[in-house]
């Protein structure tokens, strides 16, 4: 037994690469200065020979994407004759990856039960944490598997509570996208400083706090053991694997923003919720809509607070109090060193998207407060930040998150 665990150690240490490999693959910056530069980019979002890992956001500046070794003359010759300006900012993405990965220990290192912030954990080590904080602190935080994954893991989510029914819910998703490794890490920080820091105890007097900090268990592991920057979920296709958790919720499902086809990064799925994960996240919503009075879906990258919607350019009736309260976030973040993210629509100028799970929340579920968090980049491919940048992103987003606390505090509380 010893030596299986001293093997398995050591395995998991010096385990330093992935299956796939990105030899040869191309970052590029581009950057579109008309709308009609604009609308042919966003066209390629259905090949899978590219991976757009950053948003369009406007004319005139720039969008990231990665392309394979195959599609870059083309692309190349492409961008020149329609007079696009672009750079290359990774010439060979394996190389990046490997070498940041020589200095980012992952939770080979964490000890069975605890949290970590300074190296990315592995979802078995996510799952410990949480089983432990349901014994050790069973007054105020429960654990529930709201379901199963694609692969068999149970997908757990956490509530934190201090007793009593009918209050209004925070509810957090991190990691429906598999590689936004940052993400994970802020859900569990909000988990950690709610349950384990006694200084905090009166945000869950009031208000219950319901977190799933990895929504895609099976893309988030893929993505740790085979594919760095895997996005889907692992369902198979005839072709190609994977269902972009984010273009699956049933509300103007497949309108804009999304693809049918099974390679493409956004792939949308065969149909609505055809996805074990999303479906989890719609029945545990729909069951709560009466109290859920947030609902935040944590991803990277880009510095972006968003609210729907994703499918119309027409803003929601409450666009400026969604504008407001982002606003205030943003100012907290802030606050802390400098931070600041753009709050806006999420149909912004030129990033249509239909079936997001903000997009549900509100359309279906009513609930009015709903936003996308786009953490700040970290690392070369900006889903690859180094291990000890972990802590200052985590500290300074719970700033932020403390102000919707506070503010579905004032909006809703006397209403219950
Ligand atoms: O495309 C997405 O699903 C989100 N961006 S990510 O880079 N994390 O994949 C953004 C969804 C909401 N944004 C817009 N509608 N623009
Ligand atoms: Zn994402």
Request: proline share 4%.
């Amino acid at each position: 037994m010893k030596l299986l665990s001293l093997y398995l150690l050591t395995f998991a240490f010096f385990q330093s690469s992935w299956s796939f490999s990105y030899d040869g693959y191309k970052a590029y910056s581009v950057t579109p200065k008309t709308l009609g530069q604009a609308k042919i980019l966003k066209e390629f979002e259905d090949d899978e020979h590219f991976d757009f890992w950053s948003e369009f956001r406007a004319l005139n500046s720039s969008v990231d994407v990665m392309v394979s070794p195959k599609a870059q003359l083309d692309f190349e010759n492409f961008l020149s004759s329609e007079g696009i300006d672009y750079t290359i900012f990774i010439e060979n993405v394996e190389e990046k990856i490997q070498e940041e990965n020589k200095r980012q220990k992952r939770s080979a290192l964490v000890t069975r039960g605890d949290v970590s912030f300074t190296e990315f954990m592995r979802y078995d080590d996510i799952t410990a944490y949480l089983d432990k904080l349901n014994v050790e602190y069973s007054n105020i935080a429960q654990t529930q598997i709201i379901g199963k994954s694609f692969e068999g893991r149970d997908l757990y989510l956490i509530k934190i509570s201090s007793g009593g029914s009918n209050k209004p819910i925070l509810f957090m998703q991190a990691a429906i996208h598999a590689r936004e490794w940052i993400a994970p890490p802020v859900a569990l920080y909000v988990i950690n400083q709610l349950v384990e820091n006694p200084e905090n105890a009166d945000l869950y007097q009031n208000v219950d706090w319901v977190i799933v900090p990895v929504v895609n268990p099976d893309g988030y592991e893929f993505s740790h053991v085979d594919t760095r920057l895997w996005r889907k979920t692992r369902t198979p296709g005839t072709i190609c694997a994977g269902t972009d958790g984010n273009r699956n919720f049933d509300y103007h499902w497949m309108v804009t923003g999304a693809s049918g086809w099974q390679c493409s990064q956004t792939y949308a799925g065969h149909s609505p919720f055809s996805e074990v994960e999303t479906q989890a996240i719609r029945d545990y919503v729909l069951a709560n809509k009466e109290n859920i009075k947030l609902f935040l879906d944590i991803h990277s990258y880009g510095n972006w607070l968003l609210y729907p919607w994703g499918y119309t350019t027409d803003p929601p009736d409450d666009a400026d109090e969604l504008q407001a309260l982002g606003d205030r976030v943003n100012d907290a973040i802030a606050a802390v060193r400098g931070t600041t993210y753009t709050v806006g629509n999420s149909n912004i100028l030129l990033y249509a998207t239909s079936g997001t799970g903000p997009d549900y929340a509100k359309g279906v579920a009513g609930i009015d407060l709903a936003y996308t968090l786009e953490l700040p980049s970290g690392g070369s491919s900006g889903f690859n930040p180094e291990a000890d940048v972990i802590e200052s992103v985590v500290e300074e987003t719970w700033e932020g998150l403390k102000v919707f606390h506070d503010y579905v505090l004032e909006r809703y509380l006397q209403r219950q």
